[in-house]
């Protein structure tokens, strides 16, 4: 893959396989965009937050979604697959360690618990910098780590997505699991925040 995209010609071929499929019956009129809005509908970094949120309130659900964050996250009611099956592994962000998420091939990214893909993870400028110089590029989007941290970055793939497991902020204690989902930011899912 190029990391370059003409989008006026990937518009036209996806318009061309629609007709296709149209023409030979296989989908009807706007089902397509039907199916698209559906599933846009539910896909929301509110739904990576309750994940997160539930981590932080049951250490027993936080151990599942860190051993296998692709069953843990049904316990919630979501998938983090599309049209074909996909693993989800979270990654936790401690004291000593920071993860950052990216897709050096394309955007493979989880839509379903973060919503549609920020046009930076999709650029090229991201995909190919943050493996390079992690500190850098978090700089940029105002993450200042301490020396003492270790910046691990995890590349997602076809088969496998990434979540981050953000630290939980100091003195939230009291907050109930409705609130700490609200203190999640997309940006601390993917690892370029902290909250």
């Given amino acids: 893959m190029s990391g370059t995209h003409d989008d006026a010609l990937i518009s036209r071929q996806v318009r061309r396989l629609e007709t296709l499929l149209e023409d030979r019956g296989v989908v009807v009129g706007t089902a397509l965009d039907e199916m698209l809005d559906a599933f846009l509908s539910g896909a929301t970094p509110l739904n990576g937050a309750r994940v997160v949120a539930r981590a932080w309130t049951d250490p027993a659900y936080k151990e599942r979604l860190l051993a296998d964050g692709t069953t843990a996250v049904t316990e919630l009611g979501f998938s983090a697959g599309g049209v074909q099956p996909q693993r989800l592994r979270v990654v936790e962000n401690t004291a000593r360690t920071h993860n950052v998420v990216v897709c050096t091939l394309c955007s493979c990214y989880p839509v379903r618990l973060l919503g549609p893909s920020p046009s930076w993870y999709?650029?090229?400028?991201?995909?190919?910098?943050?493996?390079?110089?992690?500190?850098?590029?978090?700089?940029?989007?105002?993450?200042?780590?301490?020396?003492?941290?270790?910046?691990?970055?995890?590349?997602?793939?076809?088969?496998?997505?990434?979540l981050v497991l953000p630290l939980r902020p100091a003195g939230t204690e009291a907050l109930t699991e409705r609130e700490l989902a609200s203190l999640v930011t997309r940006n601390a899912l993917i690892g370029t925040g902290v909250l």
Avoid at 138 to 145: H, S
Wanted: aromatic share 10%; net charge negative; no cysteine.
């Fill in 122 to 162: 999709k650029s090229e400028a991201y995909r190919s910098r943050v493996v390079r110089e992690p500190l850098e590029v978090l700089r940029e989007f105002g993450v200042e780590l301490p020396s003492s941290v270790d910046v691990t970055v995890w590349d997602s793939s076809a088969e496998t997505r990434y």
